[in-house]
């Protein structure tokens, strides 16, 4: 059976993930055969460990190599547009981590290079292959519990150390990250909030920046949103809460959706009778079903699981909230995208990277969590 010949750029964290995963056949549609890391001490420690891998310090290179028909992205999020440009402009197909980029204007031109070239471009948003979130989704899409009405999405249970935002000196700040909790922590729940209950119309949002840390970014963000049908919903996320709360209710006219501690409840009335579904959690690589279908849509076009298409709605989300913050008023969608880089740009001129830096291993094991659902 053919698989897709693919290439990796960024081979940290979540990049040596993607890598060992294909590596080993789990991923059956891909084969690895290029990675890239332009740290030259990173790039030493894969070529001893992928021997037969052909290993580059420069994407362009790696793109450029004939070697390859895919790539995945894995580096800090600025450069991900920037690496998918490239790689869509040369017909290469994209499997982006999230955020596809910090800022929406940003992926102008990969959306468009995409389009010239029609190479595939996709988004590592793996909690979507979660079964909660997809009986979740049936249940919305039967109509069961009717029109949507409220919906309210705790998400606080994102804790993170002092220790984890000293690790690198680009964590935690406008220059490196872009942004915090929203932008860092909890792009999987704005994707699934948006996912399931749709775009709302307007929000306000009050992003609170280095409350319960010693960063620059937000550690608390508390968004109200407004929908063209009337719902209302909010969206609360945090990395300060030591013991915080997973909690999701979406509210129909006819009936609730509640997740929590990884189980589903859903209670609706049909016909002056009351019924009852429930379901729970279970075992999943969020991950490998991204790859795999990524590969899938290559080889034998599939449908995606998360096209970057849908993908930018978290983005937009989160730029969003940040724009009505720092302005302290309402921001309609779509928002001014102009604006928002502005005020952005103001934020990265003043950013400073720390100076402290700590070993990984510190927050290596709660860092992970975050790479399935976190109850």
Known sequence: MRRVKIGIVGVGNIGSAHASTIYSGLASTLELCALCDNDEKRASELKEEYRDIEVYSSYEEMIDSGKIEAVIISTPHYLHPVIATYSLNKGICVLSEKPLGVYTLSLKEPFEAQKKTNALYAAMLNQRTDKLFIEA???????????????????????????????????????????????????????????????????????????????????????????????????????????????????????????????????????????????????????????????????????????????????????????SSWKGEWVQLPFDEGEFLELLSKRVKNSKAKGTQVGTNLFENSYKKKWSTNW
């Open 137 to 323: 989704k049936k249940i919305i899409d039967s109509g069961k519990i009717g029109t949507l009405i409220r919906n309210s999405w705790i998400i606080t249970n994102w804790y993170r150390t002092d220790e984890y935002y000293q690790s690198g000196g680009w964590r935690a700040t406008w220059q490196g990250e872009g942004g915090g909790v929203l932008m860092n922590q909890a792009p999987h729940n704005l994707d699934l909030w948006q996912y399931l209950c749709g775009m709302p119309k307007r929000i306000y949002a009050v992003c609170n920046e280095g409350k319960l840390h010693d960063i620059e970014v937000e550690d608390e963000a508390t968004i109200y949103a407004e929908y063209e049908n009337g719902m209302s919903g909010t969206f609360i996320a945090s990395t300060g809460e030591k013991y915080g709360t997973n909690r999701f209710e979406i509210v129909g006219a006819k009936g609730k959706i509640v997740l929590e501690k990884g189980k589903l409840l859903c209670q609706y009335e049909k016909n002056g009778e009351e019924y009852k579904i429930e379901y729970s959690d279970e075992e999943y690589n969020g991950h490998l079903n991204i790859l795999n279908n990524f590969g899938e849509a290559i080889l034998y076009g599939k449908k995606l699981i998360a096209p970057a298409t849908e993908a930018v709605n978290q983005l937009i989300l989160c730029n969003s909230a940040y724009l």
